[in-house]
């Protein structure tokens, strides 16, 4: 097993452990040089409004500013804490620093070195976790070292995932943290953790779902004992209560499903208004096909995360944001173990998301800090404009990105479900 | 050795319990701000339990104001440095706030009507607020001969509440920045006046400055 020791002391470790020495110093240089450097303000200017709701007196949802799913919320009013207890400003709205062209909405809040750091360090200590929960994984469950290494190197030295935390202040690695605690714990058998984790993953984002069902069927079909899966669906319902409770209390269930909802609509909204009435039905057909796979699937353990890579693929078709396809990313590190042919892909998938990183928030990070400096003011509106020619066709390249994953998984699932006789 | 990442995922959920706790809870932080003022001096204190970044622009005016109309600018057909949706929602908010505080002659008008506005309205009760942190060039071309130096001149009010006042010109297409903005509406000749302690500065919120002349 993997713990900080065993890195700082490398050679307690295996012949590998030097090589993972170099990788988490190289990750967290890296994640930190960023870090004070340059921020993309996106979502980041969400977290100030909070910070100063948070602040005034008010709750998550008593005002604007806070529409996801509770449990970044209460992160960042730790965060906020911390903050104050510092006497760090939140941030600025300058318009010395903005190009209006290119920067609006709440981007226009640009926040203090200070403020994007506290938030940040706590995003690459998540990020760190993710890794070694990768490791722990690909090494205790599918019993390879090596993959477990390549897989915590791909991950940890990814420039998707080091991005989305050390430049974009994005918290989609939360949810995958509590994702893969909950597979993890599910793998060695304990349902009372795994089942609590996944709660806490779905009142992150809820981006985990269909792999929460898979869970599910697995929790019952790994040893046909049905308490299982009642640890499984009871800790995850206790946990998600405790965590909600206060929301409930207060009244502000449906503002916490504001994100949710919100996403759901950005669909044609032909196909919202079908899938939405039938829901229930199509959880029912989800249910049964997985059941009916994974009775006698040879490898369940990758073919329940094959099936939550497929489904999670499936909504990534449809153009999001690229901090979405982080949820992806970590599936394919961990089922590829083994496989290096689809951590080519994985490869692939970095290197298209990264693209989309380096036009789309490099002009924008530049709009705030030198938009002041006239030549750089000109060369940044010039960038913008001439990339966003390529810019128009990221939507398609982000769907194009969500169908390669998808036909991955589904490559995947075929390989691990063969049926085994029993 | 192993239980080193339990004991990290276990210190991530009392965090997350603690934030919790902090989400819902009465807050602990408070901020009391008082203004003293005699003949010569004004004296603001600032106290609260938690850092904030505060700028107040304080200016000094003969002016004895008793505003009762408030008229805000709202044109998209004009470029502007604040976009047209974040406008539109803030005045919606102003108004509600100017509302809550008794304030009922709050209107929305475009760059015409404001021009002809500033003709007809009795400068001692009207202020015209600004929110596209650019003016359009028939209210304010960066000269002294435009409407809104003149309205200024004549003792009128306006509030501004984004970016630098006057430091920005919008015509339909783009806007473009006035050299000389600082002096032109202050008579001051200091391109760093609204951050130099020389005037002053104790405290209040950078984006609303508030021009009296």
């Known amino acids: 097993m993997l713990t900080l020791s065993d890195i700082l002391l490398p050679n307690n470790q295996s012949r590998w452990g030097k090589y993972l020495l170099y990788v988490v110093l190289i990750g967290f240089i890296v994640r930190l040089g960023i870090s004070i450097s340059v921020t993309y303000c996106t979502d980041i200017g969400y977290w100030i409004r909070v910070s100063?709701?948070?602040?005034?007196?008010?709750?998550?949802?008593?005002?604007?500013?806070?529409?996801?799913?509770?449990?970044?919320?209460?992160?960042?009013?730790?965060?906020?804490?911390?903050?104050?207890?510092?006497?760090?400003?939140?941030?600025?709205?300058?318009?010395?620093?903005?190009?209006?062209?290119?920067?609006?909405?709440?981007?226009?809040?640009?926040?203090?070195?200070?403020y994007a750091l506290i938030f940040k360090l706590f995003l690459i200590i998540v990020d760190f976790l993710v890794a070694i929960y990768i490791y722990r994984i690909i090494k205790d469950v599918f019993k390879n070292e090596k993959a477990a290494l390549i897989g915590f190197a791909i991950w940890f030295l990814s420039p998707l995932s080091i991005s989305i935390s050390a430049f974009r202040v994005n918290f989609d690695n939360l949810e995958i943290l509590f994702m893969l605690i909950s597979v993890y714990y599910a793998y060695s058998g304990n349902y009372i953790v795994s089942g609590s984790s996944m709660a806490l993953s779905l009142l992150t984002k809820p981006y985990g779902v269909f792999l929460a069902i898979a869970l599910m069927v697995y929790s019952y079909y790994k040893n046909r004992d049905a308490r299982d899966l009642v640890k499984y669906l009871s800790s995850m319902l206790i946990t998600a209560l405790i965590f909600m409770l206060p929301v409930l209390l207060n009244g502000d269930f449906i503002a916490s499903m504001d994100w949710l909802f919100?996403?759901?609509?950005?669909?044609?909204?032909?196909?919202?208004?079908?899938?939405?009435?039938?829901?229930?039905?199509?959880?029912?057909?989800?249910?049964?096909?997985?059941?009916?796979?994974?009775?006698?699937?040879?490898?369940?353990?990758?073919?329940?995360?094959?099936?939550?890579?497929?489904?999670?693929?499936?909504?990534?078709?449809?153009?999001?944001?690229?901090?979405?396809?982080?949820?992806?990313?970590?599936?394919?590190?961990?089922?590829?173990?083994?496989?290096?042919?689809?951590?080519?892909?994985?490869?692939?998938?970095l290197g298209i998301a990264s693209f989309v990183i380096g036009n789309v928030s490099i002009f924008g990070e530049i709009a705030y800090h030198d938009a002041a400096i006239p030549p750089l003011r000109e060369i940044t509106i010039a960038g913008y404009t001439i990339f966003g020619i390529i810019r128009a066709g990221y939507p398609f390249l982000l769907s194009a990105c969500g169908i390669v994953c998808l036909i991955t998984g589904i490559c995947m699932f075929r390989r691990y479900s063969h049926e085994t006789k029993v | 050795?192993?239980?080193?990442?339990?004991?990290?995922?276990?210190?991530?959920?009392?965090?997350?319990?603690?934030?919790?706790?902090?989400?819902?809870?009465?807050?602990?932080?408070?901020?009391?701000?008082?203004?003293?003022?005699?003949?010569?001096?004004?004296?603001?204190?600032?106290?609260?339990?938690?850092?904030?970044?505060?700028?107040?622009?304080?200016?000094?005016?003969?002016?004895?104001?008793?505003?009762?109309?408030?008229?805000?600018?709202?044109?998209?057909?004009?470029?502007?440095?604040?976009?047209?949706?974040?406008?539109?929602?803030?005045?919606?908010?102003?108004?509600?706030?100017?509302?809550?505080?008794?304030?009922?002659?709050?209107?929305?008008?475009?760059?015409?009507?404001?021009?002809?506005?500033?003709?007809?309205?009795?400068?001692?009760?009207?202020?015209?607020?600004?929110?596209?942190?650019?003016?359009?060039?028939?209210?304010?071309?960066?000269?002294?001969?435009?409407?809104?130096?003149?309205?200024?001149?004549?003792?009128?009010?306006?509030?501004n509440m984004f970016g630098c006042l006057g430091k920005y010109v919008s015509t339909f297409d783009e806007y473009y920045r006035v050299s000389d903005y600082v002096e032109l509406f202050t008579g001051?000749?200091?391109?760093?006046?609204?951050r130099d302690s020389a005037y002053k500065i104790y405290g209040g919120h950078q984006d609303e400055t508030i021009q009296e002349s």
């Open chain 1, 52 to 114: 100063s709701n948070l602040t005034a007196g008010y709750g998550l949802y008593d005002v604007p500013g806070y529409y996801y799913m509770p449990i970044w919320g209460y992160v960042i009013a730790v965060l906020t804490y911390i903050c104050n207890a510092l006497n760090i400003k939140y941030g600025y709205l300058d318009s010395d620093l903005l190009i209006p062209e290119v920067v609006t909405g709440a981007g226009q809040i640009t926040p203090t070195i200070e």
């Open chain 1, 262 to 349: 919100g996403r759901l609509q950005n669909f044609d909204k032909d196909v919202y208004n079908v899938i939405i009435p039938f829901a229930p039905i199509l959880v029912v057909i989800f249910l049964y096909v997985v059941s009916k796979k994974l009775k006698y699937a040879a490898n369940k353990e990758k073919s329940v995360l094959s099936i939550g890579l497929i489904f999670t693929s499936l909504i990534l078709v449809i153009p999001g944001n690229i901090q979405y396809f982080l949820v992806v990313l970590a599936l394919m590190i961990v089922i590829s173990s083994e496989d290096y042919r689809f951590t080519y892909i994985c490869m692939f998938i």
């Open chain 2, 1 to 159: 050795m192993k239980r080193k990442c339990e004991v990290a995922i276990i210190a991530l959920v009392v965090l997350l319990v603690v934030g919790m706790f902090l989400s819902y809870t009465p807050s602990t932080y408070y901020c009391n701000f008082t203004v003293n003022s005699s003949d010569y001096d004004i004296e603001y204190v600032y106290d609260s339990n938690y850092g904030m970044g505060t700028n107040t622009v304080l200016i000094e005016t003969d002016g004895n104001y008793d505003i009762q109309t408030i008229i805000a600018l709202f044109d998209p057909s004009y470029a502007s440095m604040n976009d047209s949706d974040t406008q539109f929602k803030k005045l919606n908010y102003m108004k509600d706030y100017f509302d809550a505080r008794g304030l009922k002659d709050f209107f929305i008008c475009n760059a015409t009507e404001i021009v002809s506005k500033m003709n007809e309205m009795d400068v001692k009760t009207t202020a015209f607020l600004f929110i596209s942190g650019s003016i359009p060039d028939i209210i304010y071309n960066g000269t002294v001969s435009c409407p809104l130096i003149e309205w200024l001149d004549a003792g009128g009010t306006m509030i």
């Open chain 2, 188 to 194: 001051v000749s200091n391109n760093g006046m609204f």
